[in-house]
Nanobody, 122 residues
Framework: QVQLVESGGGLVQAGGSLRLSCAAS????????MGWFRQALGKEQEFVAA???????NYADSVKGRFTISRDNAKSAMYLQMNNLKPEDTAVYYC????????????????WGQGTQVTVSS
């Protein structure tokens, strides 16, 4: 059983930056592919980025060039560096874990954190 805890959300002006963290416990972190998803108020959850245990990455088109996903297997942690934030990035951001390969589909992730709110003001 893997437990995930996100942190680092907050309020930022458009054009600003935030760094989200996801701390994992209860499992062998390097066994898991990790992902970030987000859900804006009144909208469906959407894929943001994912990283495999070998650090292969995948990004949603909407965040390419602005967001960077990374992981530190020794610290059992994953990060999302978000630059040039836009109001449309406002959402609750969730980290998620699944065994083996990365996926863009939320239903394929077994473990989820509680989420952290990111609000970008215009």
């Amino acid at each position: 059983q893997v437990q995930l805890v996100e942190s680092g959300g907050g309020l930022v002006q458009a054009g600003g930056s935030l760094r989200l963290s996801c701390a994992a416990s209860g499992g062998t972190f390097s066994n898991y592919a990790m992902g970030w998803f987000r859900q804006a108020l009144g909208k469906e959850q959407e894929f943001v980025a994912a990283i495999s245990w070998t650090k292969m990455v995948n990004y949603a088109d909407s965040v390419k060039g602005r967001f960077t996903i990374s992981r530190d297997n020794a610290k059992s942690a994953m990060y999302l560096q978000m630059n040039n934030l836009k109001p449309e990035d406002t959402a609750v951001y969730y980290c998620a874990a699944r065994v083996l390969t990365i996926s863009t589909m939320s239903r394929e992730y077994r473990y989820w954190g509680q989420g952290t709110q990111v609000t970008v003001s215009s």
